[in-house]
C-alpha cells in the first residue's frame, strides 16, 4: 500500500513567488490535512479537505489557500511568500469518517520551503 | 495555537534507561494521539488512547490518560538509541472541528 507521497520534498522560492505543493493521499482516504512546521511554532494546522470541500481552516491569512481533487489528491497553494513561510509543509491523511479512531494521521515526508 | 503541550521540551537519557513526556491539554476530548519524528521527516503514528480508557501498552509504550487533569504520559520502557526522535501529542479541538492539533513536543536523545 503506497503512503502518502508530496512533492517536491525541497524547493527554494524568493520573496513576493508564489508556490504549489502537492500531496497525494493513502487510497482510499478522504481527508487530506496540511500543518506548516517551524522551528519557532512548531506544528500548525493549515487546513483540512475531505470530499473536495474544505471542512477545517487554521488561523493563516488569506495567502495560504488549498484545493482538493476528486481523486483526493490535494494542492495547497502560497502567494506572496514572506521569509516566515520558510518551513517543512506536512500533508497528512486519513479515512476523515467518524467512525472511533478514524482521525488517525497518515504523513508524508513533507515538502521543505525555503524562501530567500 | 496550541491544544497540547509536552513537557519536557527536551530529554536526554541513556540506552536502557526509561523515558517520560507529559502532554495537557485544554478542551475535552474524544481521543489523545501521540505521534513520533525522526529529525525532518513526517511524524508517524504511535498510539491511540480514548477519553474512556485510562491506560494503553504497545510494545514498550505505555500511554495513561487523565481526563479529570486533561493531561496525559508517554512512557517508553528500556530506550535504544533509535527511539530519539521527537514526540507529539494530538487532540481534536472543539474549535477546530476534526482537525487534529499537535503540541510542540518533546525532543528526546538516547545516547548508547
Known amino acids: 500500500k503506497a503512503g502518502v507521497t508530496q512533492t517536491p520534498r525541497y524547493l527554494i522560492k524568493t520573496r513576493g513567488q508564489q508556490v504549489t505543493l502537492s500531496c497525494s493521499p493513502i487510497s482510499g482516504h478522504r481527508s487530506v490535512s496540511w500543518y506548516q512546521q517551524t522551528p519557532g511554532q512548531g506544528l500548525q494546522f493549515l487546513f483540512e479537505y475531505f470530499s473536495e470541500t474544505q471542512r477545517n481552516k487554521g488561523n493563516f491569512p488569506g495567502r495560504f489557500s488549498g484545493r482538493q481533487f476528486s481523486n483526493s489528491r490535494s494542492e495547497m497553494n502560497v502567494s506572496t511568500l514572506e521569509l516566515g513561510d520558510s518551513a517543512l509543509y506536512l500533508c497528512?491523511?486519513?479515512?476523515?469518517?467518524?467512525?472511533?479512531?478514524?482521525?488517525?494521521?497518515?504523513f508524508g515526508a513533507g515538502s521543505r520551503l525555503t524562501v530567500l | 495555537s496550541q491544544q497540547g503541550e509536552e513537557d519536557p521540551q527536551a530529554l536526554s537519557i541513556q540506552e536502557g534507561e526509561n523515558a517520560t513526556m507529559n502532554c495537557s491539554y485544554k478542551t475535552s476530548i474524544n481521543n489523545l494521539q501521540w505521534y513520533r519524528q525522526n529529525s525532518g521527516r513526517g511524524l508517524v503514528h504511535l498510539i491511540l488512547i480514548r477519553s474512556n480508557e485510562r491506560e494503553k501498552h504497545s510494545g514498550r509504550l505505555r500511554v495513561t490518560l487523565d481526563t479529570s487533569k486533561k493531561s496525559s504520559s508517554l512512557l517508553i520502557t528500556a530506550s535504544r538509541a533509535a527511539d530519539t526522535a521527537s514526540y507529539f501529542c494530538?487532540?481534536?479541538?472543539?474549535?477546530?472541528?476534526?482537525?487534529?492539533?499537535f503540541g510542540k513536543g518533546t525532543t528526546l536523545s538516547v545516547s548508547s
Open positions: 494530538a487532540t481534536v479541538s472543539n474549535q477546530a472541528g476534526t482537525a487534529l492539533i
Open positions: 497528512a491523511s486519513s479515512s476523515g469518517t467518524t467512525a472511533a479512531g478514524a482521525n488517525v494521521l497518515t
